[in-house]
């Protein structure tokens, strides 16, 4: 230390930008934005199929922080490059999707900073990596989930799905099927409840507070009971399942999760706040 006196500060000058990832900092003139929200290209490798409202941990850079895929924007064909609007994505498809933080973070393009450009989806369940990908849009303009007071959008984006109430009537099916319904939309992610009430309880209060929390519930009930049912805002899916005919918990529980499918644009408009 010939050029600095024994217990005098050293200022030393960064000219470039350093990579977060080997424990370093980044410059002031790096150009790394700070996001809540971003346009992706990413190769799906589950084995289930991605599709819109999805939610995961998403791992960019040294930060893991919730996120959703609120939106596929369009499929890429690997030998042709041909793109095509998709609502899904298979195993091995690469796409371009919009995908939604729980907060802002700092995030830039990957031609930009390939650290903080390069992304990996883990699934919520199972803990598995599902995707990886690269930035290629920052949306500096989106504020976080987390911004302002947590409401039923907020709910809605960290469980990843639409908060519906699914009614099945007692004459038509068993309390165990209805648990079987429940068992397969647990094992996919989603945040359910099988509500059963007695003849005495007040169905649409507790309805309108399942719903508010951003619950999909499974109203198994009379239908006396689900005639009554009247919550404001509430999304109200009855299907085949209500009248005669041969039933399968799988084809059902499918066609709720699809009803279910947390959509963006819909939460933020006002009639769902």
């Not at 911004?147 to 809605?156: C, K, L, M, S, T």
Request: with cysteine; hydrophobic share 40%; glycine share 8%.
């Amino acid at each position: 230390m010939d050029s600095a006196q024994k217990g005098q500060p050293v200022t030393i000058q960064l000219d470039r930008e350093v990579d977060v990832s080997r424990g370093c900092v980044l410059t002031v003139d790096s150009g790394a934005k700070i996001a809540s929200s971003i346009t992706a290209t990413l190769l799906w490798m589950d084995d289930d199929e991605l599709y819109n409202g999805k939610n995961f941990f998403v791992k960019l850079g040294t930060k893991m922080i919730p996120g959703t895929v609120t939106h596929i924007d369009y499929t890429i064909d690997v030998n042709t490059g041909e793109q095509k609007s998709a609502d899904t994505l298979a195993k091995n498809g690469i796409a371009v999707c919009r995908i939604a933080f729980a907060d802002r973070i700092v995030v830039d393009e990957f031609k930009k900073h390939k650290t903080l450009g390069e992304l990996i989806l883990i699934d919520r369940v199972t803990d598995m990596t599902s995707a990886c990908g690269v930035v290629e849009e920052v949306h500096t303009e989106e504020t976080g989930l987390y911004e302002g007071r947590i409401d039923r959008n907020v709910r809605a984006a960290i469980k990843g799905q639409k908060a519906v109430i699914v009614p099945f009537a007692a004459g038509n099916v068993t309390r165990d099927f209805v648990e079987s319904v429940e068992k397969k939309l647990s094992i996919d992610g989603r945040h359910t409840y099988l509500y059963a009430p007695d003849i005495r309880e007040d169905v649409n209060a507790v309805l309108k507070h399942l719903h508010h929390a951003g619950i999909i519930v499974l109203l198994f009930a009379s239908e006396q009971q689900i005639a009554g049912i009247k919550v404001e805002g509430a999304e109200v899916y009855s299907g085949v399942w209500n009248a005669d005919g041969e039933l399968d918990a799988d084809e059902i529980a499918d066609e709720i999760r699809k009803e279910s499918v947390y959509d963006a644009a819909q939460v933020h408009d006002g009639n769902y706040i």
